[in-house]
């Protein structure tokens, strides 16, 4: 059934609320998106319907979980244009990011070896490699920003030689909305013989992602940044790197055979989807993949580029505020993040709550960023599909009322 994006905030339940007796303006959609009815409805489905254990059990209800668990994986490999060998379910980004660094980092990286990632990363994208760095003796390099808070490219070429193994980066930036030029990033890091990681928590909702196209060795993004559950993740892995990446969870259903003394394991994807996994998230991400391509790329993207370009200009026009990251009409994903000067980020999002206006406020675990930037913590609003002028009209009253009641 094809969706009108105009109407889609009445697919979300939790969105006709109120919060302190105002209506709900939820803009913290970079820590986590809402759930359309249906993929409430397919969680609950499975646990009325379907509930037991995958790859096991010759019983029907088995079955029927096997094969729906089994159908969202090639429903995602279709989604992001890859292989359904090459996509691995996870508890989320974290966790496959933090696979790839232990599983696979590990295995490649000599003392001396160099690890490039960038200043702008997420802290599951920046601390599993210094992890593995201080492990295996490799160095750990970083890719600063530009004034406009763009990765300087110029340095990120420089840095790049012939001790670079691995390359890590952010598709998009959960600070600075910054969209990365990932194709030729990765292009840049393959020519001197390097594997490129990308962390694509803040882009698999927002834009489509294709792996052929990008060429990318590892890629990872969360079910519940797009709609779906949270506890359910996505790593996808070419084939061949995945033959050589080491599972870093050990249990059943992983392997072919047990001995005393050894464990032969079976082949990726099942090698590193260790016990029971998060059945009703995978089969709630393959609900939430359908609401997404019901409105449709398109849709999707142009509402969202006119939310936050309006969002932008109604807090650039308030005195004192401060925005972070790239002028709209540049490479800028659907968030805001800005200072109240005068004020600290906690205290403004407290009094947006009093507005019903639900923001993030914090480091957003992008701590060395925050430290080039030269604050400790911002304010973010971040955008979803169901997002619309009137919530953005909200933020600003918001902002502009908190402005008031500190007298800055």
Same mark, same amino acid.
């Given at each position: 059934?094809?969706?009108?994006?105009?109407?889609?905030?009445?697919?979300?339940?939790?969105?006709?609320?109120?919060?302190?007796?105002?209506?709900?303006?939820?803009?913290?959609?970079?820590?986590?998106?809402?759930?359309?009815?249906?993929?409430?409805?397919?969680?609950?489905?499975? &646990?009325?319907?379907?509930?037991?254990?995958?790859?096991?059990? %010759?019983?029907?209800?088995?079955?029927?979980?096997?094969?729906?668990?089994? !159908?969202?994986?090639?429903?995602?490999?279709?989604?992001?244009?890859?292989?359904?060998?090459?996509?691995?379910?996870?508890?989320?980004?974290?966790?496959?990011?933090?696979?790839?660094?232990?599983?696979?980092?590990?295995? %490649?990286?000599?003392?001396?070896?160099?690890?490039?990632?960038?200043?702008?990363?997420?802290?599951?994208?920046?601390?599993?490699?210094?992890?593995?760095?201080?492990?295996?003796?490799?160095?750990?390099?970083?890719?600063?920003?530009?004034?406009?808070?763009?990765?300087?490219?110029?340095?990120?070429?420089?840095?790049?030689?012939?001790?670079?193994?691995? %390359?890590?980066?952010?598709?998009?930036?959960?600070?600075?909305?910054?969209?990365?030029?990932?194709?030729?990033?990765?292009?840049?890091?393959?020519?001197?013989?390097?594997?490129? %990681?990308?962390?694509?928590?803040?882009?698999?909702?927002?834009?489509?992602?294709?792996?052929?196209?990008?060429?990318?060795?590892?890629?990872?993004?969360?079910?519940?940044?797009?709609?779906?559950?949270?506890?359910?993740?996505?790593?996808?892995?070419?084939?061949?790197?995945?033959?050589?990446?080491?599972?870093?969870?050990?249990?059943?259903?992983?392997?072919?055979?047990?001995?005393?003394?050894?464990?032969?394991?079976?082949?990726?994807?099942?090698?590193?989807?260790?016990?029971?996994?998060?059945?009703?998230?995978?089969?709630?991400?393959?609900?939430?993949?359908? &609401?997404?391509?019901?409105?449709?790329?398109?849709?999707?993207?142009?509402?969202?580029?006119?939310?936050?370009?309006?969002?932008?200009?109604?807090?650039?026009?308030?005195?004192?505020?401060?925005? &972070?990251?790239?002028?709209? !009409?540049?490479?800028?994903?659907?968030?805001?993040?800005?200072?109240?000067?005068?004020?600290?980020?906690?205290?403004?999002?407290?009094?947006?709550?009093?507005?019903?206006?639900?923001?993030?406020?914090?480091?957003?675990?992008?701590?060395?960023?925050?430290?080039?930037?030269?604050?400790?913590?911002?304010?973010?609003?971040?955008?979803?599909?169901?997002?619309?002028?009137?919530?953005?009209?909200?933020?600003?009253?918001?902002?502009?009322?908190?402005?008031?009641?500190?007298?800055?």
């Amino acid at each position: 059934m094809v969706k009108n994006i105009a109407t889609a905030r009445n697919d979300f339940p939790i969105l006709a609320q109120k919060i302190n007796d105002q209506p709900l303006t939820y803009l913290d959609n970079a820590a986590t998106t809402q759930k359309p009815q249906a993929v409430i409805d397919a969680l609950v489905h499975y &646990y009325e319907f379907d509930n037991a254990n995958i790859h096991r059990g %010759v019983y029907t209800l088995a079955e029927r979980a096997t094969e729906q668990y089994e !159908g969202v994986r090639q429903q995602v490999a279709k989604f992001i244009h890859a292989e359904s060998d090459e996509v691995i379910f996870t508890r989320g980004t974290t966790t496959s990011l933090n696979w790839v660094a232990l599983g696979f980092g590990a295995q %490649v990286l000599q003392p001396g070896d160099e690890i490039v990632i960038t200043v702008m990363e997420h802290h599951s994208n920046l601390v599993p490699w210094q992890q593995v760095a201080q492990k295996t003796g490799a160095k750990l390099r970083y890719v600063e920003i530009t004034a406009d808070g763009e990765l300087d490219l110029a340095q990120y070429g420089e840095l790049l030689n012939a001790k670079t193994k691995i %390359v890590a980066f952010t598709h998009v930036s959960n600070v600075l909305g910054t969209i990365n030029p990932v194709k030729k990033m990765t292009e840049m890091a393959h020519a001197v013989g390097a594997y490129v %990681v990308i962390d694509g928590a803040q882009a698999a909702g927002h834009f489509p992602i294709d792996m052929v196209s990008l060429d990318c060795d590892f890629y990872a993004f969360s079910g519940h940044k797009i709609y779906g559950p949270t506890g359910i993740g996505i790593l996808y892995g070419k084939r061949e790197l995945l033959t050589e990446m080491q599972p870093v969870e050990f249990g059943g259903e992983m392997i072919n055979l047990v001995t005393r003394q050894k464990t032969d394991f079976k082949a990726a994807p099942e090698k590193f989807e260790a016990g029971t996994m998060p059945i009703a998230q995978v089969i709630g991400l393959g609900a939430a993949i359908d &609401y997404i391509q019901s409105i449709g790329w398109s849709a999707i993207e142009a509402q969202e580029r006119k939310v936050t370009a309006a969002a932008y200009q109604l807090l650039k026009d308030i005195p004192g505020v401060e925005i &972070y990251g790239p002028q709209i !009409g540049s490479s800028r994903s659907a968030l805001v993040t800005f200072n109240l000067n005068g004020v600290h980020p906690h205290d403004v999002a407290t009094v947006l709550d009093t507005q019903g206006v639900a923001v993030r406020a914090g480091h957003h675990c992008a701590q060395p960023l925050m430290e080039t930037l030269g604050v400790s913590s911002t304010t973010r609003a971040s955008f979803g599909l169901y997002n619309n002028l009137t919530d953005v009209k909200r933020l600003a009253a918001a902002v502009r009322a908190a402005k008031e009641f500190f007298q800055v």
